[in-house]
């Protein structure tokens, strides 16, 4: 995305959650807000912690058993590259990009490029599919379903859509390379590399050990089958923080209704300001989706203020520990080394320009 129009994301963005907090603490009755604050017991946050790990560990399971055969990885190596690429999501959130690259590294510790590459494509594929698969699910079973569809349709079946539509793109990117061959040629071109044709070569031969792994991906494969499992459980957990911390202050709501919520916090997860721990825009995302369930503010605002800080406590004291620990291994100066050397024998081996050199003509 040009620097000039993710500028504008994220003023708008910064707008929106702006907007959100104005309209919350209009008319704010602290006496409720304090009331639904006093009625919250120990004993309530013990649901809220265990849905919270369990949404971690399942995305970590389902890395695992994809990976295990291929890459003859651990739970323990999984875990680690799970917690990996989730630490640099939370500290440099962009549309989770930045930690499917985390994860692609991780791999390669492990693996060739191709087989790195191919699995974290198909991963965020599953990814995205299960997500999908969930909120239609959620939505089918939801109760007063056309009452809650009827204003906020189009924002669905929007987000649906355009997760269908990146899925599409992976799903080119393993099992149709063509398309995805001419795209890249297009910006060698761009980059005006001298040596197009050696270029070309050594892109078909990594194409053709992507689309070689991915053979991997069939439905006879029951470790596949068995990641698809471990990533629904993962979004079942992940309605299940929410739906424990509305209960913790005394507000009841079908779960199933929190399902289709995925598409707001999507939203807002794709377009992050960029703030660590997305502080400001998924606490807006919560706070609109508990409205949007006829929840009073004040409580939505609670309700927010509770499972967030104990998704943040979670991330400090088992994402972060797990993932600096693994991150040291695999960003270590031999490995930045490596991948210096091989971005620098790229550029001199096919001839890139870029930045000023590449302005020349």
């Known amino acids: ?47 809220i912690l265990v849905f919270e790990a369990t949404y ?31 630490l640099v999501d939370i500290l440099l959130p962009g549309a989770f990009i930045e930690g499917d690259v985390a994860r692609a590294i991780f791999l390669r510790t492990k693996g060739d490029w191709p087989r790195a590459v191919s ?51 992976l799903y080119l990117f393993l099992w149709k390379p063509q398309i995805i061959k001419k795209a890249v040629l297009g910006i060698a071109i761009r980059l005006k590399a001298k040596s197009l044709d050696k270029f070309e070569k050594d892109l078909d031969t990594f194409l053709a050990y992507v689309a070689q792994s991915s053979r991997d991906f069939t439905p006879r494969n029951i470790y596949l089958w068995g990641a ?11 309605i299940m923080t929410p ?55 004040e409580k939505a605002l609670v309700a927010t203020l509770l499972g967030r800080s104990i998704t943040i406590i979670f991330s400090i004291s088992f994402i972060y520990p797990i993932g600096i620990h693994f991150a040291r291994k695999v960003f270590s100066s031999t490995s930045f080394s490596s991948i210096k050397e091989t971005i620098d024998k790229a550029i001199k081996e096919y001839g890139f320009s870029y930045g000023s050199q590449g302005q020349d003509t």
């Open 56 to 86: 971690y560990l399942a995305h970590a399971a389902a890395f695992w058993l994809l990976c295990k055969k291929s890459f003859n990885l651990s739970f323990w190596d999984a875990l680690g590259g799970s917690m990996l690429a989730w």
């Open 119 to 169: 699995y974290t494509v198909f991963y965020r594929f599953l990814i995205n599919i299960t997500m999908v698969i969930f909120i239609v699910f959620t939505s089918l079973l939801a109760i007063n379903l056309l009452k809650f569809y009827e204003q906020y349709f189009l924002l669905y079946m929007g987000i649906v859509v355009a997760t269908l539509l990146a899925s599409a793109l």
């Open 228 to 238: 698809i499992i471990f990533l629904l459980v993962q979004w079942v957990a992940g």
């Open 1 to 47: 995305m040009p620097i000039a129009k993710r500028r504008l994301v994220l003023v708008l963005e910064l707008l929106i959650v702006l907007v959100i907090f104005a309209y919350t603490l209009y008319n704010f009755n602290v006496e409720n807000f304090l009331e639904a604050l006093s009625n919250i017991e120990p004993l309530d946050l013990l649901p």
């Open 243 to 297: 739906y424990f911390s509305l209960k913790a202050i005394g507000v009841e709501v079908n779960p199933f209704l929190i399902g289709p919520g995925y598409t707001i916090l999507t939203i807002y997860s794709l377009a992050s300001i960029g703030i660590p721990f997305m502080v400001g825009s998924i606490d807006a995302a919560l706070i609109t989706l508990y409205i949007l369930l006829g929840v009073p503010k």
